[in-house]
């Protein structure tokens, strides 16, 4: 892995100087965002529930939310290099023993170096940030140390490998393992863009409206692609149910299921509910299960939204041993995007590597296979089923089909074609399914890491 030469090619963009935070509500925001980075770290919570559910965020003006979203964001996205820093930098490496004082200087050393914040206003909110939390005699600390890191720091980080760096090493391990170190390096280096705003339309027909009104270009798989961001329920069309937001490679599964007009589809832990919306918007009657009775509140919301409840039927229920009732024919669709540990949305979530263990992982695999097998096991002979994750480990993709087909000889793939996926030829591996990463489309902004697989019952 090369060492990054400049941070202007993989940095998330930064809000402009008009959406940054100001005057009075500059410390609320970074004492708002240092709160939220100490939920994430420290009570190792997902951020997009910490952020959903802290009271000092909701209360921000808009862009001073913004500013706390992308600055937490970038944090975690390049906390390895941040770290490193913070270590040069300090006369006694190992005297750091507070998390909470460390998490100021993450957030300091980020506004540094990877945000248009001026040094200036980076350190002396660092300094009073400690000081508001009461750590006065820390004060002379972090602003020497983040002087120190004005001289010394943009020598540093010329001289980092930024994707090893903030890639936890068990991962990195893993992927080199599974795809050879020049595809690891790629998939890690991906990781440090943010990623795009991806948008499915409710109504194919309406596209071309869609992508004018909201600023987005059409991919040859019918996503919408809109860079700019923002907030999505800002943009016109949302709250009215047109469409909803849908990576692109999230959005293939769906459509490898041939017509759906009228037929019936199980959508295997569906929530919250993206592929249940594709499914039926394409006109599809989808029985949407899910084990989480909470998860599936927030579908049922979004069906609702989209005016699509009369073709979705909601259960709560345990996928690896549900069945249709008694009498009912043998499903001839099943979509099954099974619970992974979603390593190909880091761009997306890049609290992901802070939070994933290999322990997680071991017990994500199990799952799988136990939710595979039952899939198997209800599917009709000459139905299709859809095996998806969002991982880019060969454990839970490309290994988990090999030893189903192996245990289940009554079951062969139905190789996927470029034709289905905008043909995008280079996504379809040897065997015909998808290995989608991170990487691929990356001039016009990447994808979500995917592995997709379909296979027929034959007997």
Excluded at 3 to 25: C, F, I, M, T, V
Excluded at 172 to 191: F, H, P, T
């Amino acid at each position: 892995m090369t060492a990054q030469k400049n941070k202007d090619s993989l940095q998330p963009p930064d809000p402009s100087p008009e959406d940054r935070p100001s005057g009075e509500s500059v410390l609320s925001a970074r004492l708002c965002a240092l709160e939220i980075l100490d939920q994430v770290l420290m009570q190792r919570q997902m951020l997009d529930h910490v952020i959903d559910n802290t009271e000092s965020f909701s209360g921000l003006p808009p862009r001073d939310r913004a500013f706390v979203r992308m600055l937490v964001a970038t944090t975690l996205r390049r906390m390895g290099q941040i770290d490193d820093l913070i270590t040069k930098a300090q006369e006694r490496p190992d005297s750091l023993k507070s998390l909470q004082l460390k998490n100021i200087l993450r957030l300091g050393a980020c506004q540094l170096f990877f945000t248009e914040v001026p040094d200036h206003a980076a350190v002396d909110t660092s300094v009073n940030l400690a000081e508001r939390i009461g750590m006065d005699r820390q004060k002379g600390f972090v602003n020497a140390l983040l002087r120190g890191l004005i001289r010394n720091g943009k020598e540093w980080i010329a001289k980092q490998d930024a994707p090893r760096l903030n890639t936890p090493e068990w991962l990195l391990k893993i992927w080199i393992a599974d795809y050879g170190l020049r595809e690891a390096a790629e998939i890690a280096s991906a990781n440090l863009a943010e990623a795009p705003l991806d948008i499915t339309v409710k109504d194919n027909k309406d596209s071309a409206y869609w992508a004018a009104t909201l600023k987005a270009s059409v991919l040859s798989t019918g996503t919408l692609r809109r860079m700019a961001g923002g907030n999505i329920r800002e943009l016109e069309g949302f709250d009215q149910g047109q469409w909803w937001i849908q990576d692109a490679a999230a959005a293939l599964p769906a459509m490898l299921l041939g017509p759906l007009k009228d037929e019936t589809v199980i959508d295997l832990c569906a929530a919250p509910g993206g592929k249940t919306l594709q499914l039926s918007a394409m006109g599809a009657n989808v029985i949407a299960l899910d084990r989480s009775a909470q998860r599936l509140k927030k579908l049922e919301e979004n069906v609702k939204r989209m005016t699509l409840q009369d073709r979705v039927e909601v259960i709560a229920a345990d996928a690896s041993v549900w069945e249709p009732a008694k009498g009912n024919p043998a499903p001839q669709r099943i979509l099954l995007d099974a619970p992974c540990s979603a390593t190909g949305t880091i761009r997306r979530h890049p609290d992901l590597p802070h939070l994933k263990t290999p322990r997680d992982l071991e017990g994500l695999i199990s799952v799988q296979s136990r939710l595979l097998a039952q899939a198997g096991k209800i599917l009709g002979i000459g139905g299709l089923l859809i095996y998806c994750s969002c991982s880019l480990q060969k454990d839970e993709g490309e290994r988990q089909v090999e030893a189903f087909l192996s245990r289940n000889p009554n079951f062969q793939r139905v190789p996927i074609t470029p034709e289905e996926i905008g043909n995008y030829a280079e996504l379809i591996d040897e065997n015909g399914d998808l290995r989608i990463l991170p990487y691929h489309l990356a001039a016009q902004g990447g994808m979500d890491g995917f592995y997709i697989a379909r296979l027929t019952r034959i007997s």
